[in-house]
């Protein structure tokens, strides 16, 4: 949800509080998963949904009760029988939603720059909001956030690190291990108090070889979906910031045959192709073929990827590498300008990303 964090960090920012709705556990079907969130401003408008129907009515009441009392509420549904068809739901599920105020101070906003600034440098982060009743406030509860940074010397809290950190360590990691919003009871003193975590797992970066008229669509319409972009093209007026202002870094090396740098490719990596010429592809393939990311894309028809595949096969690549990549690259919608050979391959990418979190 980059987007949404993005324009709830541009309302902080201009004095505007909001109340943010995140689906935090589901049992059952429901219209989303959890992990799912929603902005509900003080005139009741919303950015981005729930599903909709009176589940989302009800959920934005309770924003707007949020940003009243300045408590958080945890909103419990049963949607079975009745209540589901009450709600425009085909079936029933049942789950918590978490409603909580996000004010304007100045801790808020450094908290939301920070999860920026981590999350678009691909770190796999954990959002933890710690929650305890409310003194003489029925059914509200207040609550803490705070950010948790993956590191291989272990984890590190943002803005600070909490009392009872000890306590927190094992179900940061039955959190991360499960892959999804889980909410627990603390195990201490105050029985009472209880922890939401959310893992923010890196939505992959593509690497984008190539800075030409599809790319330039590719990249735009990635952004949209939650992607990382790196572009790599030798021709500085091409690959530069005018033509592509989202991308998180654009490349500019002087040979096409070195462009790909193996440190900056890991498994949430996605290698797509899609430069000026047979040679250029050819000598990024083989290249990212010496690499290990999750996914290898290469523009083209089936006659020249047989060219290059030959030419590679005499290089030392075996078939076993070759039937990774995923060339033509794109799903078959018959798609013909720019923009929609774009949403041929984005929309690949979108469903790979989304089996592999089938996976986990």
């Known amino acids: 949800m980059n987007r949404l964090e993005n324009d709830i960090l541009a309302l902080l920012e201009s004095g505007e509080p909001v109340a943010l709705a995140t689906i935090v556990s589901l049992a059952g079907s429901a219209p989303r998963t959890p992990g799912t969130r929603m902005a509900v401003r003080r005139d009741g408008a919303i950015l981005g949904t729930i599903g909709g129907g009176r589940l989302e009515a009800e959920v934005i009441q309770a924003g707007r009760e949020s940003l009243h009392t300045g408590k958080s509420l945890l909103k419990h549904f049963e949607l079975t029988g009745k209540d589901a068809r009450e709600m425009d739901m085909i079936c029933g599920g049942v789950l918590d939603i978490l409603v909580e105020p996000l004010s304007s101070d100045a801790q808020t906003v450094a908290l939301l720059h920070t999860f920026e600034r981590l999350r678009d440098a691909g770190k796999e982060l954990l959002l933890v909001t710690l929650l305890r009743d409310a003194p003489d406030y029925e059914k509200q509860l207040l609550s803490e956030r705070l950010l948790v940074e993956q590191t291989p010397e272990g984890p590190v809290f943002h803005p600070r690190r909490p009392e009872n950190h000890n306590l927190l360590l094992p179900l940061l990691e039955t959190a991360m291990a499960e892959r999804c919003p889980t909410m627990f009871t603390i195990e201490d003193e105050r029985e009472n108090d209880r922890v939401v975590i959310e893992p923010v797992l890196a939505s992959g970066t593509i690497h984008l070889f190539g800075a030409g008229h599809v790319s330039k669509e590719v990249a735009a319409l990635a952004h949209q979906v939650d992607f990382r972009v790196e572009v790599y093209d030798d021709r500085p007026e091409f690959a530069n910031r005018e033509r592509f202002p989202r991308a998180a870094a654009v490349h500019v090396p002087e040979d096409m045959a070195e462009a790909l740098d193996p440190k900056r490719i890991d498994p949430n ?92």
């Open 269 to 360: 990596s996605y290698v797509v192709i899609i430069t000026r010429g047979h040679k250029y592809d050819m000598d990024v393939l083989a290249q990212a073929l010496r690499t290990e990311p999750c996914y290898i894309g290469m523009i083209g028809s089936r006659r020249k990827r047989d060219k290059i595949y030959e030419s590679l096969r005499k290089q030392g690549f075996k078939e076993a590498d070759l039937s990774c990549v995923r060339c033509p690259v794109g799903l078959d919608i018959h798609a013909e300008t720019p923009a929609e050979i774009a949403l041929s391959i984005v929309a690949e990418l979108v469903s790979f990303r989304a089996s592999m979190k089938d996976r986990t």
